[in-house]
Structures are given as structure tokens and as C-alpha cells.
């Protein structure tokens, strides 16, 4: 055997080895998707309309923050739309003032005066980029959070406008997953208005009283449900919360679940650099007075100052262990940017994911050994190199898949199917070239030699555009196609290795075993 030989025969032995080592086992190497292990498959919208109306909000506060840091008193403004807001109590000779605030605080917005009111409306442009920006960043929210929670190959893409499909194979607790998923997670800490508030009360009756009926506008009353052992609400109490917030849930740095002094569950939370000076300039400011945890608009504890708080603290308020996990997640992965709606849930059964595998592995075999069978009946020996390069065309597939971390789908399965019959076309190529360069009276070698070198151009053509297809529908499909665009790709740089490379070195080993071959089983 020549150099050359005995090197790519070490070669293709180094890969089919290294193939094999990645594949196995099977079983643990390659991870099925929701269609072939069960799970369920959700398809969530991003109610954009929420996160337009926060923006607007901010907006309108920062705004009415800074005409009464430039002395323009006596302004007063309130929300219009989700897109728009207005502002009454400012004379048209502060107008010069008021565009120089819209220009340095307000991109993307417009104004214009119309009597005593000046208005405020959101340009187009704004409002797609603030709805798409909403739907990116719910997508990653719910990708953290589904990371945290420890799904294996989750399938987290979005769909259209404002659409999110979420696959999570393996999942058998669905209920847990999607309360994980749709929990806002707003959290922000706000001082009790003490005295004038009371503690908490039993109605919402009672404070008003405590206001003689009428709620200061930097006052809001706020509920906290008192629950028994089992988590059950028994109970509600009532609290007067000043509006600004001392810091909010995007001033945390992390959260991780803990143990209260009488071994409680709790949330320990550790805030950034600049959370927590502003923590500790507010808690030094009102010792003695008490501080709400607000949690989706609901009171869950409202704990007294005793000290200055710096960068860490704890929430606690009657949570269960899993609530508290579920939390910690949650507050680590951010706050959504608006609301979620379910608009379709289907669980698959892993029954029903064990019938796909099976009857998928059939269909492999079946397509299989008619393609052995068609290559033996047609080419008959050379036929053998064929199914030999086909065997470890399967077998690099496999390897592939496991090295990329890739999941295998039933459209991946179909992928491979299809490949199994595409690995050999090159073969059928190169072997008619070789048939016909022996009927023009060619010697072997020659025929060979030529067969392979005047294909090549026809087997890369096919491959390659083939390939282009599949680049395609992995870019703009989504799971269960991209499943398929992924397995058939492995598959086409599998069948050209197979084919050119180890078919290639194949019939150069058996040719140069003879001095001189006189014919050619083909």
C-alpha cells in the first residue's frame, strides 16, 4: 500500500472513530425534540400595548420631573393613550422651556399646543421600535427563565409581530412552567405614608378615612393578602403607598431563595452599585417608618426600617419553597416588558413521542436496505463500495448531530431519511461516468480516474444547491423546520466525504492490490 493510501485510509478511520466516540451512547448523546419526547408546545402574544402605555408613563413623569426642576410650577399631566400624553398649567411662554425638555429627554416624540394644553403623541417610528424592542426582550426574559428552570433544549422563537412559540420537551409539570413564563415579576419598594396611612388596615374604607376621603395624588392604596399554612388567601390588609418608588426590581443585581430567622422561606436579593445608594440614601432618610415590597401591584410584606440598608435585604411574606425558587428566577431574569396571553397550548404525550421514534426508525430501515438492495442489483460489486460509504454516511451523520448539541425532531428524522437516499446520488453519478468511460475501451484505472474527476462539477452541483435550500428554510423557518434544515444539511457534507472522499479511496485501495485490473464489477 502507497503513502497516500495508508494516510486517507488513517483518516477516514480517524473520523468514523471520532464519529462513533460522539455517538455514544445514543441514547444520552442525542437529545430528541418535543414531537419524539413529549412536552408542550405554547404560542404566546406580546401585548405591545403594555409596554407602549409604561413608556408613556415614564415619559410623562420625567417630564413633569424636569418642568419643576426649571421653576415651572403649577404643572399637572396625565395620560392620553397608550402613545400620548398631556400637560396643563404651563404658559405658552415657557414653550421655549418645553421644547428644550422635549428635545434632551423626549426622542421619537412630538408636540404641539392647543389652548392651554400641550400635547405629546409618540411618532410611528417610535411606536414599532418600542413594540418590537418589547417583543425581543420578552423572548429573552422567557429564555432566561426557562434556562433557570432547567428544560433541556428549549425552542424559544418568535413568530410574526408579536408572537413567541415556546417548545420544552420533557416537561411534566406544565402549570409550574407557564405561571414561570407569564409572571410580570414587577417588584419595586415603596415607603408606607406613615402616620397619615395608618399600619395595615382591614378595608380600604379605613384608610380612606384616614385621608378624610380623599387620596393625596402622591398616595395609592395597595392591598397584601394574608395567607394560612396552605397558601389559601384568609385575609386582606390595606396600605397607603407613596407613588415613587425607592428602587425597583431592575435595581437588583441577583436573587437566590434563603432561610428567615425562624427558617421561612425567603428571597435574598443583592442590589447594584447604583440601587444601592440610592437604597441606603432612603433607608438612612426614614428610620423607624416602613418600607412595602410590592410584588405585582400587591403588597407582600411591609417591613419596618430599623438601620440603614445598603446593597442587600431579604423579601419575605408567607412563600412556599417552590414560590420562592419560582421568584428568585424570575427577579434574576428581569421583569417582563408586558403582558403575555396564551393563544394555544398542546401537550404531547411521551407515548405518543416513543410511536414517532419508532415508527421513524422503521421507515429508516425500510428506505435503507432498498437502497442496499438497488445498488447490489444494479452496480453489483462496486455496489459494495457504495453501501460502505453510505454505512459511515450515517454514522457521521449521527456524530455530527451529537457534537453540535443538535435535537433530533420527526421532520430531523425525515431529514436523515432523505439524506440516506441523496448519499447515493453522488455514487450513481460517479458510476455511470465510470461505466461509460469503460465502454469507450478505458482501462480500469483510467476509467476510475476519469469517472470521478468528470463528476465531481455534477456532484458538487447537486449538493450545493441542495444545501442553499436547506440554509434557507434554517433562517426563515421555525422549530420543527429547522429540525429538518439542520439534519439535512449534516447529511449533505457527510454524503460528499462518503462519496467523493471514502468511495474514492476505496476503489484506489482495491486497485492497487493488482498490477494490472482487467475488469471491473460496475
Do not use: C
Given at each position: 500500500?502507497?503513502?497516500?493510501?495508508l494516510?486517507?485510509?488513517?483518516?477516514?478511520?480517524?473520523?468514523?472513530?471520532?464519529?462513533?466516540?460522539?455517538?455514544?451512547?445514543?441514547?444520552?448523546?442525542?437529545?430528541?425534540?418535543?414531537?419524539?419526547?413529549?412536552?408542550?408546545?405554547l404560542?404566546?402574544?406580546?401585548?405591545?400595548a403594555?409596554?407602549?402605555?409604561?413608556?408613556?408613563?415614564?415619559?410623562?413623569?420625567?417630564?413633569?420631573?424636569?418642568?419643576?426642576?426649571?421653576?415651572?410650577?403649577?404643572?399637572?399631566?396625565?395620560?392620553?393613550?397608550?402613545?400620548?400624553?398631556?400637560?396643563?398649567?404651563?404658559?405658552?411662554?415657557?414653550?421655549?422651556?418645553?421644547?428644550?425638555?422635549?428635545?434632551?429627554?423626549?426622542?421619537?416624540?412630538?408636540?404641539?399646543?392647543?389652548?392651554?394644553?400641550?400635547?405629546?403623541?409618540?411618532?410611528?417610528?417610535?411606536?414599532?421600535?418600542?413594540?418590537?424592542?418589547?417583543?425581543?426582550?420578552?423572548?429573552?426574559?422567557?429564555?432566561?427563565?426557562?434556562?433557570?428552570?432547567?428544560?433541556?433544549?428549549?425552542?424559544?422563537?418568535?413568530?410574526?409581530?408579536?408572537?413567541?412559540?415556546?417548545?420544552?420537551?420533557?416537561?411534566?409539570?406544565?402549570?409550574?412552567?407557564?405561571?414561570?413564563?407569564?409572571?410580570?415579576?414587577?417588584?419595586?419598594?415603596?415607603?408606607?405614608?406613615?402616620?397619615?396611612?395608618?399600619?395595615?388596615?382591614?378595608?380600604?374604607?379605613?384608610?380612606?378615612?384616614?385621608?378624610?376621603?380623599?387620596?393625596?395624588?402622591?398616595?395609592?392604596?395597595?392591598?397584601?393578602?394574608?395567607?394560612?399554612?396552605?397558601?389559601?388567601?384568609?385575609?386582606?390588609?390595606?396600605?397607603?403607598?407613596?407613588?415613587?418608588?425607592?428602587?425597583?426590581?431592575?435595581?437588583?443585581?441577583?436573587?437566590r431563595?434563603?432561610?428567615?430567622?425562624?427558617?421561612?422561606?425567603?428571597?435574598?436579593?443583592?442590589?447594584?452599585?447604583?440601587?444601592?445608594?440610592?437604597?441606603?440614601?432612603?433607608?438612612?432618610?426614614?428610620?423607624?417608618?416602613s418600607?412595602?415590597?410590592?410584588?405585582?401591584?400587591?403588597?407582600?410584606s411591609?417591613?419596618?426600617?430599623?438601620?440603614?440598608?445598603?446593597?442587600?435585604?431579604?423579601?419575605?411574606?408567607?412563600?412556599?419553597?417552590?414560590?420562592?425558587?419560582?421568584?428568585?428566577?424570575?427577579?434574576?431574569?428581569?421583569?417582563?416588558?408586558?403582558?403575555?396571553?396564551?393563544?394555544?397550548?398542546?401537550?404531547?404525550?411521551?407515548?405518543?413521542?416513543?410511536?414517532?421514534?419508532?415508527?421513524?426508525?422503521?421507515?429508516?430501515?425500510?428506505?435503507?436496505?432498498?437502497?442496499?438492495?438497488?445498488?447490489?442489483?444494479?452496480?453489483?460489486?462496486?455496489?459494495?463500495?457504495?453501501?460502505?460509504?453510505?454505512?459511515?454516511?450515517?454514522?457521521?451523520?449521527?456524530?455530527?448531530?451529537?457534537?453540535?448539541?443538535?435535537?433530533?425532531?420527526?421532520?430531523?428524522?425525515?431529514?436523515i431519511?432523505?439524506?440516506?437516499?441523496m448519499?447515493?446520488?453522488?455514487?450513481?453519478?460517479?458510476?455511470?461516468?465510470?461505466r461509460?468511460?469503460?465502454?469507450?475501451?478505458?482501462?480500469?484505472r483510467?476509467?476510475?480516474?476519469?469517472?470521478?474527476?468528470?463528476?465531481?462539477?455534477?456532484?458538487?452541483?447537486?449538493?450545493?444547491t441542495?444545501?442553499?435550500?436547506?440554509?434557507?428554510?434554517?433562517?426563515?423557518?421555525?422549530?420543527?423546520?429547522?429540525?429538518?434544515?439542520?439534519t439535512?444539511?449534516?447529511?449533505?457534507?457527510?454524503?460528499?466525504?462518503?462519496?467523493?472522499?471514502?468511495?474514492?479511496?476505496?476503489?484506489?485501495?482495491?486497485?492497487?492490490?493488482?498490477?494490472?485490473?482487467?475488469?471491473?464489477?460496475?
Amino acid at each position: 500500500m502507497s503513502r497516500d493510501l495508508l494516510w486517507r485510509g488513517l483518516l477516514i478511520a480517524g473520523v468514523v472513530v471520532g464519529a462513533i466516540f460522539l455517538a455514544h451512547p445514543i441514547r444520552e448523546k442525542i437529545n430528541l425534540g418535543l414531537d419524539l419526547r413529549g412536552g408542550i408546545h405554547l404560542v404566546l402574544r406580546v401585548e405591545t400595548a403594555d409596554a407602549l402605555r409604561s413608556e408613556t408613563n415614564k415619559y410623562l413623569v420625567r417630564v413633569l420631573q424636569e418642568a419643576e426642576d426649571r421653576d415651572l410650577e403649577g404643572a399637572t399631566g396625565n395620560a392620553t393613550s397608550d402613545r400620548g400624553f398631556e400637560l396643563t398649567g404651563i404658559a405658552a411662554t415657557a414653550d421655549s422651556t418645553i421644547r428644550d425638555i422635549a428635545t434632551e429627554f423626549l426622542p421619537g416624540w412630538v408636540w404641539s399646543r392647543r389652548g392651554e394644553v400641550l400635547n405629546f403623541e409618540m411618532t410611528s417610528q417610535n411606536v414599532a421600535d418600542i413594540a418590537n424592542q418589547s417583543v425581543r426582550q420578552a423572548q429573552e426574559t422567557i429564555r432566561n427563565r426557562v434556562d433557570a428552570f432547567g428544560v433541556a433544549e428549549p425552542v424559544i422563537l418568535r413568530q410574526g409581530v408579536d408572537r413567541i412559540v415556546v417548545q420544552l420537551p420533557g416537561v411534566d409539570d406544565p402549570e409550574r412552567v407557564k405561571r414561570l413564563i407569564k409572571n410580570t415579576a414587577f417588584l419595586d419598594f415603596r415607603l408606607v405614608d406613615f402616620p397619615r396611612s395608618g399600619p395595615g388596615v382591614g378595608t380600604r374604607e379605613e384608610v380612606l378615612a384616614n385621608y378624610g376621603g380623599a387620596i393625596p395624588d402622591n398616595v395609592e392604596i395597595s392591598r397584601m393578602p394574608i395567607r394560612d399554612e396552605q397558601g389559601e388567601t384568609v385575609a386582606e390588609q390595606f396600605y397607603g403607598l407613596e407613588k415613587r418608588s425607592v428602587i425597583t426590581g431592575r435595581d437588583l443585581r441577583t436573587a437566590r431563595p434563603g432561610l428567615g430567622e425562624f427558617n421561612q422561606p425567603i428571597v435574598n436579593f443583592f442590589l447594584t452599585p447604583e440601587g444601592g445608594k440610592a437604597f441606603a440614601a432612603a433607608t438612612g432618610a426614614n428610620v423607624g417608618r416602613s418600607l412595602a415590597i410590592v410584588l405585582d401591584g400587591q403588597v407582600r410584606s411591609a417591613p419596618r426600617i430599623n438601620s440603614r440598608i445598603a446593597d442587600q435585604g431579604l423579601i419575605e411574606g408567607d412563600f412556599t419553597r417552590q414560590e420562592v425558587e419560582d421568584l428568585s428566577t424570575v427577579l434574576r431574569s428581569g421583569a417582563l416588558p408586558a403582558g403575555i396571553t396564551y393563544l394555544e397550548e398542546r401537550t404531547v404525550g411521551p407515548s405518543l413521542g416513543q410511536d414517532s421514534i419508532d415508527r421513524g426508525f422503521k421507515a429508516g430501515v425500510l428506505g435503507l436496505g432498498l437502497i442496499i438492495l438497488a445498488m447490489l442489483v444494479v452496480y453489483r460489486g462496486a455496489g459494495i463500495n457504495a453501501v460502505v460509504a453510505l454505512s459511515l454516511n450515517i454514522v457521521l451523520i449521527f456524530g455530527a448531530l451529537s457534537y453540535f448539541g443538535a435535537t433530533l425532531t420527526l421532520p430531523g428524522i425525515a431529514g436523515i431519511i432523505l439524506t440516506i437516499g441523496m448519499a447515493v446520488d453522488a455514487n450513481v453519478l460517479i458510476f455511470e461516468r465510470i461505466r461509460e468511460e469503460l465502454r469507450h475501451g478505458r482501462t480500469v484505472r483510467s476509467a476510475v480516474d476519469a469517472g470521478f474527476s468528470k463528476a465531481l462539477s455534477s456532484v458538487l452541483d447537486a449538493n450545493i444547491t441542495t444545501l442553499i435550500a436547506a440554509l434557507f428554510l434554517f433562517q426563515f423557518g421555525t422549530g420543527p423546520i429547522r429540525g429538518f434544515a439542520v439534519t439535512l444539511s449534516i447529511g449533505i457534507f457527510a454524503s460528499l466525504f462518503s462519496a467523493i472522499f471514502v468511495s474514492r479511496w476505496l476503489f484506489d485501495l482495491m486497485v492497487s492490490r493488482r498490477q494490472r485490473v482487467a475488469r471491473l464489477s460496475i
